[in-house]
């Protein structure tokens, strides 16, 4: 199975920071990674598809990069209304598939 | 449009059994894969098991295989997690999901509570 590691677990920064999520698989998964947002109480929300691609009215402050085993997300400034925790999700041996641990991001 | 709605909030004590439901509407139910993801108070997404209902191809990850049961009446446009006997450690937010390359829409979840 494949493992995806992501960190930080937690972070703390202050509204107009860059953020930076990172997450590594287990075995090289190509771009075959996406990006999702969690709200307390909501379902997960796809921000970031196959690895760079910005999801259709996701705001243009969200980013992704990376290919093969490491990835990264970022928040280039971040706003209050991103608070949340974000997955990162590989998709390699569909139809199976395996969400990062997450990373809750909150407002120092 | 595409959406997906799940069954209500349940509590159960230990030992019961329990079937949970997904009805999806608005898209061609039998092509696409449907998957269950479970999260625990304050922790993360796990994905759980995944079913094709055209065929009821069914997978699951090896944490869950044994645990729960998968399936699916396409007749119905409705995909189900199912349980034989509960333990306090399946309470839970279960959330099932439309996947294929990116998993999209969500149903809004169903908490199922296990308590003596």
């Known amino acids: 199975d494949i493992q995806m590691t992501q960190s930080p677990s937690s972070l703390s920064a202050s509204v107009g920071d860059r953020v930076t999520i990172t997450c590594q698989a287990s075995q090289d998964i190509s771009n075959y990674l996406n990006w999702y947002q969690q709200k307390p109480g909501k379902a997960p929300k796809l921000l970031i598809y196959?690895?760079?691609n910005l999801e259709t009215g996701v705001p243009s402050r969200f980013s992704g990069s990376g290919s093969g085993t490491d990835f990264t997300f970022t928040i280039s400034s971040l706003q209050p209304e991103d608070i949340a925790t974000y997955y990162c999700q590989q998709y390699d041996n569909l139809p199976t598939l395996t969400f990062g641990g997450g990373t809750k991001v909150e407002i120092k | 449009e595409v959406q997906l709605v799940q069954s209500g909030a349940e509590v159960k004590k230990p030992g019961e059994s329990l079937k949970i439901s997904c009805k999806g509407s608005?898209?061609?139910?039998?092509?696409?894969?449907i998957g269950w993801v479970r999260q625990m108070p304050g922790k993360g997404l796990e994905w759980m098991g995944i079913?094709?209902?055209?065929?009821?191809?069914?997978r699951y990850s090896p944490s869950f295989q044994g645990q729960v049961t998968i399936s699916a009446d396409k007749s119905i446009s409705t995909a189900y997690l199912q349980w034989s006997s509960l333990k306090a450690s399946d309470t839970a937010m279960y959330y099932c999901a439309r996947h294929g390359t990116i998993s999209d829409p969500w149903g809004q979840g169903t908490l199922v509570t296990v308590s003596s």
């Open positions: 079913i094709y209902p055209g065929d009821s191809d069914t």
């Open positions: 196959d690895a760079s």
């Open positions: 608005g898209y061609s139910f039998t092509s696409y894969w």
